[in-house]
C-alpha cells in the first residue's frame, strides 16, 4: 500500500517557465512533509518542507502548497533552470512514526533549453 | 546540516561476500537511518539506527543479512551480508537534526 504518490514518472519543462510536481498521500497521520532533489550518483538533499499546520512554504524559486482536505502537496519551482534536472522526491512522516520518512517513487524532472 | 561521509560509493561484489559501508558524520546525532533503493524505485527504509541501542528494523529486513553496527553518535555502519544480485542497490545512510534529515552520497552495489 503506497502511502505516498507520485503518479507522473517523468516530466518535461521549458527553461524559464513554471515546473509543477505533485505528491498525493493516504495517511491523515502525516504532519510534516519534505521535498528532496536527487542526482545520478549523489544522495538526496533537501529542498524545502511544510508542517501540516501550513498551506504555503516558499523559498526563493521553489514553492510547495499542501492541501489537507485533498491529501496533496505540490512543489513549483519558477523559473525552471537547466540545473533543476534531477529526479524530486516527495515525502512524508507521520506523527507517531519516530521520525521514519515514507517517500513518493520520485519524478524525473527534465528542463528543455 | 550535517555533513555525512559514505564509503566507499560504489563497489561491485562477487555473490556469497559481505560489504560494510560506512557513514561518517561531522557532528554528534541521535537518529540514523539506512535506506536502500532499489533500480528505478524509491528509498525503502531498512532500519533506524540509534546509539546505544539495537537497531529496529523495518518488515522484510532482518538483522543476519544487514547488521549494523552505531558504536558513537558519529559513526555507523551497514552490513549486506552473503550478497545475491537482488541485492544491487543504492544504499544511503541519513541522520535527523531537528526537523532536517540529511544524506550521505550513497553506495552503488553491484553484486556478480
Known amino acids: 500500500d503506497q502511502q505516498v504518490k507520485q503518479n507522473s514518472p517523468s516530466l518535461s519543462v521549458q527553461e524559464g517557465r513554471i515546473s509543477i510536481l505533485n505528491c498525493d498521500y493516504t495517511n491523515s497521520m502525516f504532519d510534516y512533509f519534505l521535498w528532496y532533489k536527487k542526482y545520478p550518483a549523489e544522495g538526496p538533499t533537501f529542498l524545502i518542507s511544510i508542517s501540516s499546520i501550513k498551506d504555503k512554504n516558499e523559498d526563493g524559486r521553489f514553492t510547495v502548497f499542501l492541501n489537507k482536505s485533498a491529501k496533496h502537496l505540490s512543489l513549483h519551482i519558477v523559473p525552471s533552470q537547466p540545473g533543476d534536472s534531477a529526479v524530486y522526491f516527495c515525502?512524508?512522516?507521520?506523527?507517531?512514526?519516530?521520525?521514519?520518512?515514507?517517500w513518493g517513487a520520485g519524478t524525473k524532472l527534465i528542463i528543455k533549453p | 546540516s550535517a555533513v555525512i561521509s559514505q564509503k566507499p560509493s560504489r563497489d561491485i561484489c562477487q555473490r556469497g561476500t559481505s560489504l560494510t559501508i560506512q557513514c561518517q558524520v561531522d557532528?554528534?546525532?541521535?537518529?540514523m537511518f539506512w535506506y536502500r533503493q532499489q533500480p528505478g524505485q524509491s528509498l525503502t527504509l531498512i532500519a533506524t539506527a540509534n546509539q546505544g541501542s539495537e537497531a529496529t528494523y523495518e518488515s522484510g529486513f532482518v538483522i543476519d543479512k544487514f547488521p549494523i553496527s552505531r558504536p558513537n553518535l558519529t559513526f555507523s555502519t551497514l552490513t549486506v551480508s552473503n550478497m545475491s544480485p537482488e541485492d544491487s542497490s543504492i544504499y544511503l545512510c541519513?541522520?535527523?537534526?531537528?526537523?532536517?534529515?540529511?544524506f550521505g552520497s550513497g553506495t552503488r552495489l553491484t553484486v556478480v
Open positions: 557532528s554528534q546525532v541521535t537518529m
Open positions: 515525502a512524508a512522516r507521520s506523527m507517531d512514526s519516530n521520525y521514519q520518512l515514507i
Open positions: 541519513s541522520v535527523l537534526q531537528g526537523n532536517g534529515y540529511t
